[in-house]
Nanobody, 123 residues
Protein backbone atom coordinates (compact mmCIF):
# COMPACT_ATOMS: atom_id res chain seq x y z
CA UNK A 1 0.00 0.00 0.00
CA UNK A 2 1.28 3.42 -0.94
CA UNK A 3 1.83 5.71 2.03
CA UNK A 4 1.54 9.44 1.55
CA UNK A 5 2.75 12.04 4.03
CA UNK A 6 1.66 15.67 3.87
CA UNK A 7 3.60 18.49 5.50
CA UNK A 8 3.93 22.25 5.39
CA UNK A 9 0.67 23.31 6.95
CA UNK A 10 0.42 25.96 9.60
CA UNK A 11 -1.01 29.32 10.59
CA UNK A 12 -0.63 32.18 8.13
CA UNK A 13 -2.10 35.65 7.84
CA UNK A 14 -4.44 36.57 4.98
CA UNK A 15 -2.40 37.39 1.90
CA UNK A 16 0.41 35.11 3.01
CA UNK A 17 1.86 32.01 1.40
CA UNK A 18 2.46 28.38 2.28
CA UNK A 19 3.88 25.44 0.40
CA UNK A 20 2.47 22.01 1.13
CA UNK A 21 4.37 18.82 0.34
CA UNK A 22 3.09 15.33 -0.33
CA UNK A 23 5.81 12.70 -0.19
CA UNK A 24 5.89 8.97 -0.72
CA UNK A 25 8.57 6.32 -0.55
CA UNK A 26 6.82 4.19 -3.17
CA UNK A 27 8.17 4.26 -6.72
CA UNK A 28 4.68 3.82 -8.16
CA UNK A 29 3.93 7.27 -6.80
CA UNK A 30 5.73 8.67 -9.84
CA UNK A 31 3.35 7.02 -12.31
CA UNK A 32 0.14 8.11 -10.59
CA UNK A 33 -1.86 11.28 -10.73
CA UNK A 34 -1.70 13.26 -7.51
CA UNK A 35 -4.50 15.40 -6.17
CA UNK A 36 -5.03 17.83 -3.33
CA UNK A 37 -8.39 18.04 -1.61
CA UNK A 38 -9.31 20.14 1.41
CA UNK A 39 -11.96 20.00 4.07
CA UNK A 40 -13.12 23.01 6.05
CA UNK A 41 -14.83 22.58 9.42
CA UNK A 42 -18.41 21.47 8.95
CA UNK A 43 -18.05 21.13 5.19
CA UNK A 44 -17.51 18.31 2.76
CA UNK A 45 -14.11 17.60 1.32
CA UNK A 46 -13.57 19.52 -1.92
CA UNK A 47 -11.20 19.29 -4.86
CA UNK A 48 -8.33 21.78 -4.95
CA UNK A 49 -5.81 20.78 -7.64
CA UNK A 50 -4.42 17.79 -9.48
CA UNK A 51 -1.46 16.91 -11.68
CA UNK A 52 -1.17 13.91 -13.97
CA UNK A 53 1.72 11.49 -13.81
CA UNK A 54 3.60 13.09 -16.69
CA UNK A 55 3.07 16.60 -15.31
CA UNK A 56 1.57 17.58 -18.66
CA UNK A 57 -1.85 18.43 -17.24
CA UNK A 58 -2.96 20.31 -14.17
CA UNK A 59 -6.46 21.25 -13.03
CA UNK A 60 -7.51 23.71 -10.36
CA UNK A 61 -10.71 24.53 -8.57
CA UNK A 62 -12.05 27.91 -9.60
CA UNK A 63 -11.62 29.13 -6.02
CA UNK A 64 -7.84 28.70 -6.13
CA UNK A 65 -7.05 29.26 -9.80
CA UNK A 66 -4.35 31.87 -10.22
CA UNK A 67 -3.28 31.61 -6.57
CA UNK A 68 -2.24 27.96 -6.16
CA UNK A 69 0.28 25.99 -8.19
CA UNK A 70 0.72 22.22 -8.14
CA UNK A 71 4.02 20.68 -9.21
CA UNK A 72 6.01 17.50 -8.72
CA UNK A 73 9.64 16.54 -8.21
CA UNK A 74 10.23 13.01 -9.48
CA UNK A 75 13.68 12.74 -7.94
CA UNK A 76 12.21 13.44 -4.50
CA UNK A 77 8.95 11.55 -5.05
CA UNK A 78 7.17 14.66 -3.86
CA UNK A 79 4.29 16.80 -5.06
CA UNK A 80 3.99 20.41 -3.94
CA UNK A 81 1.11 22.81 -3.61
CA UNK A 82 2.31 26.40 -3.60
CA UNK A 83 -0.41 28.57 -2.10
CA UNK A 84 -0.23 32.35 -2.48
CA UNK A 85 -2.59 35.18 -1.58
CA UNK A 86 -4.22 32.99 1.02
CA UNK A 87 -7.71 33.84 2.24
CA UNK A 88 -9.55 32.83 5.41
CA UNK A 89 -11.78 30.61 3.27
CA UNK A 90 -8.71 28.55 2.36
CA UNK A 91 -8.64 27.28 5.94
CA UNK A 92 -9.02 23.54 6.32
CA UNK A 93 -7.28 20.20 6.38
CA UNK A 94 -5.45 19.55 3.14
CA UNK A 95 -5.15 15.98 1.91
CA UNK A 96 -3.11 14.57 -0.92
CA UNK A 97 -4.05 11.40 -2.72
CA UNK A 98 -2.61 9.16 -5.41
CA UNK A 99 -4.29 7.14 -8.13
CA UNK A 100 -5.07 6.84 -11.81
CA UNK A 101 -7.05 10.07 -11.70
CA UNK A 102 -9.34 9.08 -14.58
CA UNK A 103 -11.83 11.66 -13.36
CA UNK A 104 -9.35 14.19 -11.99
CA UNK A 105 -11.76 16.00 -9.67
CA UNK A 106 -13.43 12.91 -8.19
CA UNK A 107 -12.33 11.36 -4.89
CA UNK A 108 -13.13 7.91 -6.23
CA UNK A 109 -10.33 8.29 -8.80
CA UNK A 110 -7.70 8.08 -6.07
CA UNK A 111 -6.83 5.00 -4.06
CA UNK A 112 -4.28 6.18 -1.51
CA UNK A 113 -4.69 9.09 0.87
CA UNK A 114 -2.52 10.88 3.37
CA UNK A 115 -3.56 11.89 6.86
CA UNK A 116 -3.82 15.57 6.06
CA UNK A 117 -2.15 18.77 7.16
CA UNK A 118 -3.93 21.72 8.76
CA UNK A 119 -3.87 25.11 7.09
CA UNK A 120 -5.29 28.05 9.02
CA UNK A 121 -5.54 31.50 7.46
CA UNK A 122 -6.32 34.07 10.10
CA UNK A 123 -5.17 37.43 11.38
Amino acid sequence: QIQLVESGGGLVQPGGSLTLSCASSERTFTVNAIVWFRQAPGKEREFVATINWRSTSTYYADAVKGRFTISRDYAKNTVYLQMNSLKPEDTGVYYCASGEGLDPRAEASYDYWGQGTQVTVSS
